[in-house]
């Protein structure tokens, strides 16, 4: 490295001497006639003082030349700047302190001779172009160089490269400066990693409040949010829809417009953080009031404080409720249904052995009574009475087991005489009934007594709708081609011919919300105590086993008309009139019956009938006794008649006994209510037949004598 000199030139010649040398050079030679000795001396004497002016010009000249490189050298080494003066070979000339700080920190690290040994390889392309742009610019400029300096080490700095005048050499001269750009760079980084940290941010944020504004408008809940001033800021569409208000008109609006309350609550509470409010009212748009359930929560936040408001409609969740309850209501009122059907059940299963005595003891007061008697008429309207009381009773029981109604084709006029007799007993003096039936109403298929008691509800309901004033009951039977839709069709309802049954009043008649609801189970327009809103329920349900409708008609004030459609049979009714009984033509031949029931009764009855039919006949009311008597003796019976249903014994446990006794045995089973289960069980454990109670007498034995001389298999009703 060389210490840092300047030459120093030499300075020109004065003018005035120039001048004077020259008119010198044309002095004479002494001994010449223009050559004068006095002359000369003052010529060198003047020339002489112009010498020293001169000299006195250098030595100043000479002085400020030093003083102006010794700064040049103190700003040269004290710069806080790597500089260098190199010449186009890279060579260094001079440098500063800084610039070895930089390129050689410690002693034994290489001199620093040449410039470009120092720049990394990726770079040294770059600096040699720079130096080339700024011998022919006179300066270039090249940003993030990395230089190698040291042992291995690296830094990144700018090189700044100027030209200089260059009289004594060849060579073209640069002065390098060389700005460590580490801390800058360091300081650049860290900001570009913010700059990116803050633009993920600003782009997370976005994302948030694009979540959020998705989160908002996909809330099942209302959601509301308003300014300091109450005015309304977000609407979401579910709280649009709730409020009847699009977002775009509720946008600005006071919430006391939708949330009155809110607003009451807000300006008597100091909200802090958040408040639950409950079930409050609110108002749509159209100022309908709707129901609803509200929280509200605050925020603060330096453009302004939010509060938001999550409103929930509960018009659901009410009619759910009132559903709910209303279903409740009606399991309970099916429970107790459910327990008077179980009752009516026991009490109609032993009330078949009390018609059962009945009936028979009548056909035995007619055998004995003879054929011209008096007694014959009453014995006849017993014997009617008793028939119908067995059907109520078989119609009890399928109510109380839910099963369905055995349908035969029969005439609907002999249903409606019947119905009009019984009620015309009890009918009020004030209520005219006027009866019309069309002629030729062909046959439908229907249980006659759930069309009577269709009837006897339809009729009773027209009566009390009558009250105290007059008025009239209309029935009428007609038949027509019926006009359904299909959605009667997919509940079962046929099309073509159908036969109807209508009822007409001139009561008080019903409104609309009240026909909607007339066929729902216990609904009633009733006072307490006096309906239980089965009747026209019941109606429903009859006609819809049978594969017909019901419709009503009804205007308030006056009155309202109830039609059941039938359809019709394909083939001819069974008459419904009680026909002439003739005199059974049955008779035994000492034929051995074992009769077990418990009812005694219904043992002595038998007992009676069969023995006049000459059967011997052995009656039982402990199926244990009669067990232990068939054990004994098993040989002397020839036929064995129990009871399905006994207390603490199962009727089909003595036919399995009998079976293992005697196998042979011909068994019928007396129930009264065969269900398809009872019938199944029973045939199979190998019972011959299975017998309809309550029966009379001629078909008690006529089915005994068909088992006795083997033709039962099945059911007999």
Same mark, same amino acid.
């Given at each position: 490295m060389r210490s840092l000199s300047r030459p120093k030139p030499t300075p020109p010649p004065n003018p005035g001497v120039r001048r004077r040398l020259r008119r010198n050079e044309r002095q004479p030679e002494p001994g010449s006639p223009a050559f004068s000795a006095p002359q000369m001396v003052r010529d060198l004497r003047k020339y002489q003082a112009e010498l020293e002016i001169q000299n006195q010009a250098l030595r100043y000249s000479q002085a400020a030349a030093e003083g102006a490189s010794e700064r040049f050298l103190t700003l040269f080494s004290s710069v806080p700047l790597a500089l260098m003066v190199v010449d186009e070979n890279s060579?260094?000339?001079?440098?500063?302190?800084?610039? @070895?700080?930089?390129?050689?920190?410690?002693?034994?690290?290489?001199?620093?001779?040449?410039?470009?040994?120092?720049?990394?390889?990726?770079?040294?392309?770059?600096?040699?172009?720079?130096?080339?742009?700024?011998?022919?610019?006179?300066?270039?400029?090249?940003?993030?160089?990395?230089?190698?300096?040291?042992?291995?080490?690296?830094? %990144?700095?700018?090189?700044?490269?100027?030209?200089?005048?260059?009289?004594?050499?060849?060579?073209?001269?640069?002065?390098?400066?060389?700005?460590?750009?580490?801390?800058?760079?360091?300081?650049?980084?860290?900001?570009?990693?913010?700059?990116?940290?803050?633009?993920?941010?600003?782009?997370?944020?976005? @994302?948030?409040?694009?979540?959020? $504004?998705?989160?908002?408008?996909?809330?099942?809940?209302?959601?509301i949010c308003v300014d300091r001033d109450q005015r309304i800021t977000i609407f979401n569409p579910t709280a649009a829809d709730l409020f009847e208000c699009p977002s775009a008109q509720a946008l600005g609006s006071e919430l006391g417009r939708f949330?009155? !309350? #809110? &607003?009451?609550?807000?300006?008597?509470?100091?909200?802090? %953080?958040?408040?639950?409010?409950?079930?409050?009212?609110?108002? =749509?748009?159209?100022?309908?009031?709707?129901?609803?359930?509200?929280?509200?929560?605050?925020?603060?936040?330096?453009?302004?404080? %939010?509060?938001? &408001?999550?409103?929930?409609?509960?018009?659901?969740?009410? +009619?759910?409720?009132?559903?709910?309850? =209303?279903?409740?209501?009606?399991?309970?009122?099916?429970? +107790?249904?459910?327990?008077?059907?179980t009752m009516a059940g026991g009490i109609a299963h032993d009330f078949n052995n009390i018609i059962g005595a009945i009936l028979g003891n009548v056909a035995l007061a007619q055998q004995d009574a003879g054929q011209d008697s008096p007694a014959l008429i009453s014995l006849a309207e017993i014997d009617k009475a008793g028939r119908r009381a067995r059907d109520l009773v078989r119609q009890i029981l399928a109510f109380s087991r839910n099963e369905s109604p055995a349908r035969v084709a029969l005439q609907l006029a002999d249903v409606v005489h019947e119905t009009v007799r019984l009620l015309k007993v009890t009918l009020p003096p004030t209520v005219e009934m006027v009866v019309h039936i069309s002629e030729k109403t062909p046959a439908v298929l229907a249980d006659a007594t759930q069309v009577e008691q269709a009837l006897l509800n339809l009729c009773t309901n027209a009566i009390q709708a009558l009250g105290s004033q007059r008025g009239t009951v209309s029935i009428e039977l007609t038949h027509t081609l019926g006009k359904h839709t299909d959605s009667d069709v997919d509940r079962g309802v046929t099309r073509g011919l159908h036969v109807q049954l209508s009822v007409r009043d001139t009561g008080s008649g019903?409104? #609309?919300? =009240?026909?909607?609801?007339?066929?729902?189970?216990?609904? =009633?327009? +009733?006072?307490?105590?006096?309906?239980?809103? @089965?009747? @026209? $329920? &019941?109606?429903?349900?009859?006609?819809?086993?049978?594969?017909?409708?019901?419709?009503?008609?009804?205007?308030? /004030?006056?009155?309202?008309?109830?039609?059941?459609?039938?359809?019709?049979?394909?083939?001819?009714?069974?008459? #419904?009139? !009680?026909?002439?009984?003739?005199?059974? &033509?049955?008779?035994?031949? /000492?034929?051995?019956?074992?009769?077990?029931?418990?009812?005694?009764?219904l043992v002595f009855l038998v007992d009676r009938a069969l023995s006049r039919k000459g059967f011997a006949v052995s009656t039982f009311t402990d199926p244990h006794e009669a067990a232990a008597v068939l054990r004994e003796r098993p040989l002397d019976f020839d036929l064995l008649v129990t009871d399905y249903n006994m207390p603490g014994y199962c009727g089909v446990d003595l036919l399995r006994e009998a079976r293992q006794i005697r196998p042979d045995l011909p068994v019928a089973l007396a129930s009264g209510y065969v269900t398809a289960e009872i019938e199944q069980s029973a045939l199979a454990e190998g019972a011959r037949a299975l017998i309809h109670k309550p029966n009379d007498v001629d078909e008690l034995c006529d089915t005994v004598l068909r088992l006795l001389n083997g033709d039962g298999n099945g059911t007999n009703a």
């Amino acid at each position: 490295m060389r210490s840092l000199s300047r030459p120093k030139p030499t300075p020109p010649p004065n003018p005035g001497v120039r001048r004077r040398l020259r008119r010198n050079e044309r002095q004479p030679e002494p001994g010449s006639p223009a050559f004068s000795a006095p002359q000369m001396v003052r010529d060198l004497r003047k020339y002489q003082a112009e010498l020293e002016i001169q000299n006195q010009a250098l030595r100043y000249s000479q002085a400020a030349a030093e003083g102006a490189s010794e700064r040049f050298l103190t700003l040269f080494s004290s710069v806080p700047l790597a500089l260098m003066v190199v010449d186009e070979n890279s060579l260094v000339l001079e440098s500063n302190a800084m610039a @070895l700080r930089l390129f050689r920190p410690l002693e034994y690290d290489p001199p620093l001779n040449f410039l470009l040994p120092f720049v990394s390889e990726g770079h040294a392309t770059r600096v040699a172009d720079a130096f080339v742009t700024a011998a022919e610019q006179a300066t270039c400029e090249t940003s993030e160089v990395v230089f190698c300096c040291g042992s291995g080490g690296i830094f %990144t700095g700018d090189l700044h490269i100027a030209r200089i005048e260059n009289l004594q050499d060849e060579l073209a001269h640069f002065i390098c400066a060389i700005i460590d750009q580490g801390p800058l760079l360091t300081e650049r980084r860290a900001l570009r990693e913010s700059a990116a940290a803050l633009r993920d941010r600003n782009e997370e944020l976005q @994302l948030s409040k694009n979540r959020l $504004a998705a989160i908002i408008n996909a809330s099942l809940d209302a959601i509301i949010c308003v300014d300091r001033d109450q005015r309304i800021t977000i609407f979401n569409p579910t709280a649009a829809d709730l409020f009847e208000c699009p977002s775009a008109q509720a946008l600005g609006s006071e919430l006391g417009r939708f949330l009155p !309350a #809110a &607003v009451d609550f807000l300006s008597d509470n100091h909200l802090t %953080t958040h408040a639950q409010l409950g079930e409050i009212t609110g108002l =749509t748009a159209d100022g309908k009031l709707v129901a609803i359930e509200v929280s509200m929560s605050f925020e603060h936040h330096p453009d302004g404080d %939010t509060t938001t &408001v999550f409103a929930r409609d509960l018009s659901a969740r009410k +009619k759910i409720e009132a559903h709910r309850n =209303t279903l409740e209501s009606q399991l309970r009122e099916s429970h +107790k249904m459910q327990a008077v059907g179980t009752m009516a059940g026991g009490i109609a299963h032993d009330f078949n052995n009390i018609i059962g005595a009945i009936l028979g003891n009548v056909a035995l007061a007619q055998q004995d009574a003879g054929q011209d008697s008096p007694a014959l008429i009453s014995l006849a309207e017993i014997d009617k009475a008793g028939r119908r009381a067995r059907d109520l009773v078989r119609q009890i029981l399928a109510f109380s087991r839910n099963e369905s109604p055995a349908r035969v084709a029969l005439q609907l006029a002999d249903v409606v005489h019947e119905t009009v007799r019984l009620l015309k007993v009890t009918l009020p003096p004030t209520v005219e009934m006027v009866v019309h039936i069309s002629e030729k109403t062909p046959a439908v298929l229907a249980d006659a007594t759930q069309v009577e008691q269709a009837l006897l509800n339809l009729c009773t309901n027209a009566i009390q709708a009558l009250g105290s004033q007059r008025g009239t009951v209309s029935i009428e039977l007609t038949h027509t081609l019926g006009k359904h839709t299909d959605s009667d069709v997919d509940r079962g309802v046929t099309r073509g011919l159908h036969v109807q049954l209508s009822v007409r009043d001139t009561g008080s008649g019903m409104d #609309a919300p =009240t026909i909607e609801r007339v066929f729902e189970p216990f609904f =009633t327009t +009733k006072p307490v105590g006096q309906g239980t809103g @089965l009747g @026209l $329920a &019941v109606v429903h349900g009859i006609m819809r086993t049978h594969e017909g409708t019901v419709d009503v008609q009804s205007t308030p /004030g006056l009155g309202s008309m109830f039609t059941l459609n039938f359809p019709h049979a394909d083939h001819d009714a069974v008459p #419904a009139a !009680a026909e002439i009984r003739q005199a059974s &033509v049955v008779q035994g031949h /000492g034929q051995r019956v074992m009769y077990v029931d418990d009812d005694e009764a219904l043992v002595f009855l038998v007992d009676r009938a069969l023995s006049r039919k000459g059967f011997a006949v052995s009656t039982f009311t402990d199926p244990h006794e009669a067990a232990a008597v068939l054990r004994e003796r098993p040989l002397d019976f020839d036929l064995l008649v129990t009871d399905y249903n006994m207390p603490g014994y199962c009727g089909v446990d003595l036919l399995r006994e009998a079976r293992q006794i005697r196998p042979d045995l011909p068994v019928a089973l007396a129930s009264g209510y065969v269900t398809a289960e009872i019938e199944q069980s029973a045939l199979a454990e190998g019972a011959r037949a299975l017998i309809h109670k309550p029966n009379d007498v001629d078909e008690l034995c006529d089915t005994v004598l068909r088992l006795l001389n083997g033709d039962g298999n099945g059911t007999n009703a």
